[in-house]
């Protein structure tokens, strides 16, 4: 018998599964009338055969469900280009029911550790002593009416674990998808155990079509080779590391692929670990070109499908947290293009191929439908408020670049994220001794710019930015850059002709009364030196949390002003509304004010932007990042969903991004831009992914929000500049004395063991 009927167990998830395709139209229907037939693809493509790449969907959308789902499969189905084949990496029941499964071991997917505690076994696989539970020592009803998917990897949610049942593999070809890839991993030791994969998938294919067979093992490719229709179905070798031995015979993996001719013999492709084509060095950058691989395999007439794509796995810095361009540097490059991507997140290699490949020259939109503001320039690649910063802004296609204005103690206006200069340089290496606790600034004691004078503040050095340890931002341009006067920063966005600047200004009572710096006046001074207060080609926008700030710009019309709201809010009632129109043309605000996420799902949309945009007062959102450990799950690890669903989603005005490249690829791309894309990139609908998630383990409910308050918006008139403020603040010791001079408070600033280690290291040098 080789189908079993599993009806009662399909009812039990029949409610689920009513679900996941409520999710689906949700989706769908959130772009209703942008959804269209996928036109045929005329671009040209550097792979075999000319032909788009493929989408391989490794367990269905397996990136966010438990692997080889139904939710993974189907999702993968909805939601990737057209041509997607779903990838099912075979294991064979006790009873010979052919299940898709991509570990050995059930334990690494399913529950069945708990649900048979007593069932672990110890086989020899290939050589090794695997210890687990196997799908082998079970029948296909044992496990139908036991054991429940899991998610194998734990940076993916959990709570979609114990909702599916295990997939055969007609459940997979069941939801017809348009290819099916079957990977046979482990020939010789099903048969070992008198199972046998090659007449399991003889009869699998008078039932069904699989489209591609792969496996590792040569033995199994060649004993299908005279079963399988060429025309039909392709065989593929899948190649592990280097130093992988190959069953059959018993050569490395390595050495065997210096020999493509003998592999043609046997297979009409490779599926290789993407790292076989460009490889990634020890210090995680990719080298200056890819090997010779796909070229040499394409001459000798074989295809190439490279494989371990994620957007969750951390790539090379050169992708710089966007896995979109990893896709491309496998198939937009110069010299080839892969056949195709085995992913676990096939949404958004069907972006990459369907959107952002083979579009160089496409001539894509000056204007796109937000605007993209930068946060410290290019932050995210170089370090922050840089010229460098700037420069790779304008290049990568950011309309508005950011000057946040600090003030050195003798009136230097600079830009920098914030007056205390130990995040975004080496002050707390230099300066350690001059740090202290300004309540009125931040509650944590830092080295502030108004503290030390402009030549000291040139002594250091930039610091690239981080969002987590773990995610470290390109350290080959770690202290890379210049900082950048305001004047310095006026004079590059005029030569670099950019749509506009934002120039954020904090603090500006606390440096007039306690300081006797006037920031206000030195923005207005630097602005009107470089003429920007008397043209209107390049918008100039005024950036404050502070009303009386923006109340001193007012006389300038062109200017655009911007009030910045940090606070998370819910809810900006009307009269507040009407209020700040009397001060800002524009808001900005979190992007959890707009969407509100719990446990890293997104849960519901705020009136927000529509209660800001109904008066007239546009709407920024800050800010975007591309690192995923920053992202929702409803977005898929992918930052490109972030945008899609703040721009096409919500509507907002314009991002406030520290990756203005990524911002430009989505803002500019063809799929972007006209009615009928390859590709839809469907926006995220807040609360809909929860929503699949059974009310018994869904997250407790987070409190709402507050709403905007009067005291978040209006300020008290700006103090007059302080005459002399000599006495106030003594000078400090210079950074060489020794620290006993220092104030009393500088320890405080020493609580993490890093810098003490910092510290320790530069007192020995
Ligand atoms: C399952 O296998 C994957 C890939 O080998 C591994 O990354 C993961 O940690 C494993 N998970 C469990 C729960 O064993
Ligand atoms: C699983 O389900 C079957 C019924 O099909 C039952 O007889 C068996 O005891 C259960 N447990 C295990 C570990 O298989
Ligand atoms: C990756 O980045 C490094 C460092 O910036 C650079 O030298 C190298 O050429 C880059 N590789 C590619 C393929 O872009
Ligand atoms: C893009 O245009 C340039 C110049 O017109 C041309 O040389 C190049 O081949 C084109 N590239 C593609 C991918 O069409
Ligand atoms: C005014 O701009 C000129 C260049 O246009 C510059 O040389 C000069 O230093 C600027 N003066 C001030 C006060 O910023
Ligand atoms: C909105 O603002 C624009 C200019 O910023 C103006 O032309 C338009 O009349 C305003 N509309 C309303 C309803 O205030
Ligand atoms: C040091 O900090 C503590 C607590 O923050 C405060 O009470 C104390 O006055 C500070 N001492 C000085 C000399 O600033």
Redo the contacts with the bound molecule.
């Keep these: 018998m080789f189908c079993v009927p599993h009806i009662t167990c399909k009812m039990q998830h029949q409610k689920k599964m009513i679900r996941c395709l409520l999710f689906i139209s949700l989706l769908i229907h959130s772009t209703l009338g942008k959804i269209s037939a996928v036109a045929p693809p005329s671009q040209k493509w550097l792979t075999l055969n000319g032909n788009q790449p493929l989408v391989i969907a490794r367990g269905g959308f397996s990136g966010l469900f438990p692997e080889s789902s139904s939710f993974a499969n189907q999702m993968a189905q909805s939601l990737s280009l057209q041509g997607t084949a779903l990838f099912c990496n075979l294991q064979l029941t006790k009873d010979g029911i052919g299940i898709c499964l991509s570990d050995i071991r059930l334990d690494n997917s399913t529950n069945m550790a708990l649900v048979h505690p007593k069932g672990q076994k110890t086989y020899d696989v290939n050589g090794k002593q695997v210890h687990g539970w196997f799908a082998l020592d079970y029948t296909i009803d044992q496990l139908f009416n036991n054991a429940s998917l899991t998610q194998g990897i734990l940076s993916r949610p959990s709570l979609f674990d114990l909702q599916s049942p295990i997939s055969t593999i007609e459940d997979v070809t069941g939801i017809k998808p348009a290819q099916f890839w079957l990977n046979v991993q482990y020939d010789s030791f099903y048969n070992q155990h008198k199972h046998s994969p090659t007449s399991f998938v003889e009869k699998a294919m008078r039932l069904m079509v699989i489209n591609y067979l792969s496996s590792p093992e040569i033995g199994f490719l060649k004993s299908m080779n005279g079963k399988v229709n060429k025309a039909k179905t392709k065989l593929i070798f899948q190649v592990f590391t280097a130093d992988e031995i190959e069953p059959t015979t018993n050569q490395k993996y390595g050495s065997l692929l210096q020999d493509l001719a003998s592999i043609k013999s046997f297979a009409s492709g490779i599926l290789v670990p993407k790292e076989y084509i460009?490889p990634v060095k020890a210090n995680k950058?990719?080298?200056?070109?890819?090997t010779s691989l796909v070229s040499d395999a394409h001459k000798q007439g074989l295809e190439v499908y490279a494989s371990g794509f994620a957007n969750d796995l951390l790539g090379?810095?050169?992708y710089s947290y966007d896995p979109t361009n990893e896709y491309l540097?496998f198939v937009d490059?110069s010299e080839f293009s892969v056949d195709g991507v085995l992913t676990d997140f096939s949404p958004t290699a069907s972006e990459a191929i369907g959107c952002f490949a083979n579009n160089k020259n496409v001539s894509k939109p000056v204007k796109g439908k937000a605007l993209i503001i930068t946060k410290n320039g290019a932050s995210g690649i170089y370090p922050g408020c840089t010229d460098l910063a700037y420069q790779q802004a304008v290049d990568d296609g950011a309309d508005i670049i950011d000057c946040s204005v600090q003030m050195s103690k003798d009136g230097v206006a600079f830009c920098s994220d914030t007056a205390d200069l130990i995040g975004d340089t080496t002050a707390m290496t230099t300066f350690i001794s001059r740090s202290l606790t300004v309540p009125e600034i931040q509650s944590k004691a830092g080295v502030f710019s108004f503290d030390l004078t402009w030549s000291e503040i040139q002594t250091l050095k930039p610091q690239i930015a981080s969002v987590y340890q773990d995610f470290q931002r390109?350290p080959?341009?770690k202290n890379a850059g210049k900082f950048t006067t305001l004047p310095e920063f006026l004079e590059l966005a005029k030569a670099k002709a950019v749509s506009g600047v934002l120039i954020n200004i904090q603090n500006a009572a606390y440096l007039a009364s306690k300081k006797g710096l006037d920031i206000v006046g030195a923005v207005n001074t630097a602005l009107s030196n470089a003429t920007f207060d008397k043209q209107s080609t390049q918008q100039v926008l005024i950036q404050s949390d502070d009303t009386s700030v923006l109340s001193k710009f007012k006389n300038v019309p062109t200017y655009k002003r911007v009030l910045l709201i940090e606070e998370k809010i819910g809810d900006a009632p009307k009269q507040l509304v009407e209020e700040i129109k009397k001060y800002a043309d524009a808001v900005a605000i979190t992007r959890s004010s707009i969407i509100q996420i719990n446990d890293f799902f997104t849960t519901a949309m705020t009136n927000v932007v529509a209660e800001f945009q109904k008066a007239n007062i546009s709407v920024y959102v800050y800010v975007l990042r591309n690192e995923y450990i920053t992202l929702a799950f409803d977005y898929f690890s992918d930052p490109i969903m972030e945008i899609a669903t703040f721009v096409d989603g919500v509507g907002v005005d314009g991002i406030i991004t520290e990756y203005p490249g990524t911002a430009s690829k989505y803002i500019r791309s063809p799929c972007t831009n006209t009615d009928k894309p390859q590709y839809n990139i469907l926006p995220a609908q807040a609360g809909s992914l929860l929503s699949l998630v059974p009310p018994e383990v869904q997250p407790p409910a987070a409190a709402p929000l507050p709403p905007l308050e009067a005291s978040d918006v209006v300020d008290p008139p700006l103090p007059p500049v302080a005459k002399d403020t000599a006495a106030a603040t003594p000078d400090p010791a210079t950074p060489t004395v020794a620290p006993s001079s220092a104030p009393a408070n500088v320890t405080s600033v020493c609580l993490s063991l890093v810098s003490i280690v910092v510290l320790a290291l530069f007192m020995g040098y």
């Design positions: 460009w950058y990719l080298g200056d070109a890819p090379s810095y050169n540097q490059n390109n080959a341009y």
